[in-house]
């Protein structure tokens, strides 16, 4: 049985009041996954929304069949899967379990119906996933600026 305090782990979340948090419980499904289990992978249907509780997923693009990057790894307490959040999007990357783990899942269309029940709710949801997501982008965005900088050619031109 999920709980309010299970919920209340996870950074998405924590700024939901406990009677926000009641009304996520139904829609709310625990799933678990080995190590080395794909739980989505990049350019199929985005169609849940995961909080990792336990465990340690990678998020991995594929450049060609034999050559993959690791973008960013979830440790527990954070969300993944975000493009199910958007109306017919695909995942963009690949999510592997480094290790055994369990998430918790919302379907994407239940998760935006109650987000459009509750505007309060959906309001607090869009700030945390937005938040979440200007972090990432600002840490790819450093790593993408250092990898230039250390390029051979490019540190000859500063």
């Known amino acids: 049985m999920i709980t309010v305090q299970d919920l209340k ?35 199929e249907k985005a ?3 995961f909080l990792l509780k336990m465990g340690k997923v990678l998020l991995e693009q594929r450049i060609t069949d034999k050559m ?6 979830i ?3 954070f969300s993944f899967g975000w493009s199910a959040m958007l109306e017919n999007d695909l995942y963009s990357t690949d999510a592997i379990c ?10 994407g269309s239940k998760i935006k119906k109650l987000m459009e029940q509750d505007h309060s709710l959906g309001f607090i949801i869009s700030q945390r996933l ?5 972090k990432r982008y600002d840490a790819r965005t450093e790593q993408f600026v250092k990898t230039i900088k250390l390029h ?3 540190s000859n031109l500063l």
């Open 130 to 134: 937005l938040y979440v997501i200007k």
């Open 75 to 77: 440790k527990p307490g």
């Open 152 to 154: 051979p050619d490019i």
């Open 98 to 107: 480094a290790e055994p783990c369990e998430v918790f899942s919302f379907r």
């Open 47 to 49: 169609d849940r929304l």
């Open 9 to 43: 782990q996870f950074v998405m979340l924590g700024y939901l009041s406990d009677e926000m948090l009641k009304s996520l419980i139904p829609i709310t499904e625990m799933l678990r996954f080995d190590e080395n289990e794909i739980i989505f992978q990049q350019r």
């Open 68 to 73: 993959t990057v690791s973008m960013s790894s």
